[in-house]
């Protein structure tokens, strides 16, 4: 097609008599229409569906066994048949297998939120409240390990627990790290005029699993209007997501098993907002560093094997990235209204009654 945005243009007038526009194809690279408008479709800024099937998607789907249907006989379905069919597909592909089969457009490269980008939405008064133990900390008695951690979150955390406004919603994204990485808390206030305002970070460095459970439950117990919130659930991050789901419910939140398919989801929604001015950020070298790390590999947001170390000589792991991501997915959900019905009082409109021996009226 010559011109596909003016194609699109004149096709979608079509809708104001009900109809509907499908744009159906793989890609041909990153920098044209069709690209451009799948991410302004994962970034909310068009409000159109979007479906993706892959190749590996359509196998799974019956697709080899189709055609083996539709053959003649020629080809008889088997697991063995199947996995040298999609071996010989990719090979026969070649360099185009990405694009034509995995619905990846070919260069797709550079940094997911460049690092101007990210300082220009980065705040000085945001603070980030990091907690680091030593190892031997995981080995004191729990009721020591229970009140200090409880002293540090009513000294460290409470006061800018505090400040948060009570009109408006909040939104957490959770970033499990025990050993090796952080765990990062990111709350997200949600403004009048749908800002998304970081108000603190919490960084927690070889904080045992319980503990990393306290400081979590003593911040989203004191969160207003809590909204969502969203916990990376992948390995031992299982855990934290469980016991927040077990007090909190389903309902208000998500174990989300980071893969390709949620990165690509979420991560262009949670570009665009920094790229519309929607969101502020602490303005720390970590944390900056960590937004402005991850690339696009292949058209897919990758987050890169190197852990850096950061100011305080600690390894990082793009941990506030994928924080601020599951924030903002969290910020973004669709808010459980808890609704009351009082019951019929002796003065309620519209009860049944029935006349009670000695006069007065019973309502239900």
């Known amino acids: 097609m010559d011109d596909l945005k003016e194609v699109l243009k004149a096709a979608i007038a079509l809708t104001m008599w009900g109809g509907s526009v499908l744009v159906i194809s793989t890609h041909n690279g990153a920098a044209n229409v069709f690209a451009e408008t799948i991410a302004n ?12 099937f892959d190749l590996d998607q359509a196998l799974r789907a019956g697709l080899y066994e189709r055609i083996c249907l539709v053959s003649n006989g020629r080809q008889v379905w088997s ?107 990111w709350p997200l206030a949600v403004t009048k005029n749908l800002l998304r305002r970081t108000p603190f970070l919490v960084e927690l460095h070889n904080v045992p699993f319980e503990q990393q459970r306290q400081v979590l439950f003593f911040l989203a117990d004191r969160l207003p209007r809590r909204t969502g919130i969203k916990l990376d659930a992948t390995g031992n991050g299982a855990y934290l997501a469980e016991v927040a789901t077990q007090r909190y419910g389903e309902a208000w939140v998500e174990e989300v098993k980071l893969s390709v398919a949620w990165y690509l989801a979420e991560v262009a929604p949670f570009k665009a907002a920094f790229e519309d001015g929607a969101i502020t950020v602490p303005a720390d070298a970590d944390v900056v560093r960590d937004l402005s790390t991850p690339v696009y590999k292949a058209g897919i947001p990758t987050i890169p094997p190197v852990r850096q170390a950061g100011e305080s000589g600690l390894k990082r792991h793009c941990d506030s990235f994928v924080a601020g991501v599951l924030a903002y997915a969290a910020s973004r959900a669709d808010p459980v209204v808890i609704a009351y019905t009082p019951a019929y009082g002796p003065e309620a409109e519209g009860g049944l009654g029935f006349e009670a021996p000695g006069g007065g009226r019973t309502l239900w």
């Open 41 to 52: 479709i994962r970034a909310g800024r068009l409000p159109y569906g979007l479906v993706r």
């Open 79 to 185: 697991p063995e048949g199947e996995a040298d069919w999609r071996e010989n597909l990719i090979r026969t592909y070649g360099d185009g297998a990405d694009e034509e089969l995995y619905c990846v457009p070919a260069q797709g490269g550079g940094v997911v939120l460049p690092r101007v980008l990210v300082e220009a939405r980065a705040r000085a008064d945001i603070p980030v409240l990091r907690l680091s133990m030593p190892a031997a900390f995981k080995l004191r008695p729990a009721p020591e390990r229970e009140a200090e951690i409880l002293a540090w979150c009513e000294r460290e955390l409470a006061p800018v627990l505090a400040e948060l406004d009570p009109r408006e919603s909040h939104a957490l994204g959770v970033d499990f790290g025990r050993l090796a990485d952080l765990s990062v808390m």
